[in-house]
T-cell receptor, first 113, second 111 residues
């Protein structure tokens, strides 16, 4: 069966510090991969998605970036965090074909202080 | 106009009650429809996909009305463990990777 791992679970970082969140998927090949952010009391916002190694689409311009160095690895990064980057970050995967659903990792709760 | 709209609630219902949530979407080209459940401070988990003919999974029934562009979720015989936020999700999956999330409907089942 497929599993998705996301870490760390919680993170407290000062403003201006770098960020690296990692997500890996097991049990499937060539998945679509996604990074979402959920701010307190708000809906999920798509940040990036990837349909293959090295292929990244950005949905919202901001100080975050994403990379997919391997088929089942997706990384979210920032060089300098802002207070507004605080939120709940969710990695997700889905099968590329058809109307398959998203499957989410456990999430990373980021607080920028 | 939001892509997906849900009544945020909260819905407070007694155990054993039947409760229904509705969700409307704006893009008629939408192709995939889902209900997710999200517990407090946890990730969303797929509850069920929604098919054109409607589908049922135990106490949960989902319906899709393409003409009116709305989706519904019916929960029968509510359990305390059903307390959560229910997210309506609509996908434009053949043109890309667009999934639109409602802000969720909060349900609390009361003993």
């Amino acid at each position: 069966s497929q599993t998705i791992h996301q870490w760390p679970a919680t993170l407290v970082q000062p403003v201006g510090s770098p960020l690296s969140l990692e997500c890996t998927v097991e049990g499937t090949s060539n998945p679509n991969l996604y990074w979402y952010r959920q701010a307190a009391g708000r809906g999920l916002q798509l940040l990036f998605y990837s349909v293959g190694i090295g292929q990244i689409s950005s949905e919202v311009p901001q100080n975050l970036s994403a990379s997919r160095p391997q088929d089942r690895q997706f990384i979210l990064s920032s060089k300098k965090l802002l207070l507004s980057d605080s939120g709940f970050y969710l990695c997700a995967w889905r099968v590329q074909q058809g109307n398959s659903p998203l499957h989410f990792g456990n999430g990373t709760r980021l607080t920028v202080t | 106009r939001k892509e997906v709209e849900q009544d945020p609630g909260p819905f407070n219902v007694p155990e054993g009650a039947t409760v229904a949530f509705n969700c409307t979407y704006s893009n008629s080209a939408s192709q995939s429809f889902f209900w997710y459940r999200q517990d407090c401070r946890k990730e969303p988990k797929l509850l069920m996909s929604v098919y054109s003919s409607g589908n049922e999974d135990g106490r949960f029934t989902a319906q899709l009305n393409r003409a009116s562009q709305y989706i519904s979720l019916l929960i029968r015989d509510s359990k305390l463990s059903d307390s959560a936020t229910y997210l309506c999700v609509v996908g434009l999956t053949n043109t890309g990777n667009q999934f639109y999330f409602g802000t969720g409907t909060s349900l609390t089942v009361i003993p």
